[in-house]
């Protein structure tokens, strides 16, 4: 994964982290299709590990 595609990860990450409503949410996932992928479930999973550790709360 190039650092690009990576950022854009985060970056759709943290628009749906600040998503208000599920209208938005959708739109925001229909707009970046493109990076639905496992590539993202990973980085999903590596951003939340992080927050555990940095002792973000839900």
Known sequence: MNEQ????????I???LACPDDEELNNILQAN?????????????????GLLVTGYKV
């Open 5 to 12: 595609r990576a950022q854009a990860y985060v970056n759709l």
């Open 14 to 16: 943290e628009q749906l």
């Open 33 to 49: 299709q493109e990076l639905i992928d496992s590539q993202l479930l990973q980085v999903m999973e590596n951003y939340a590990t």
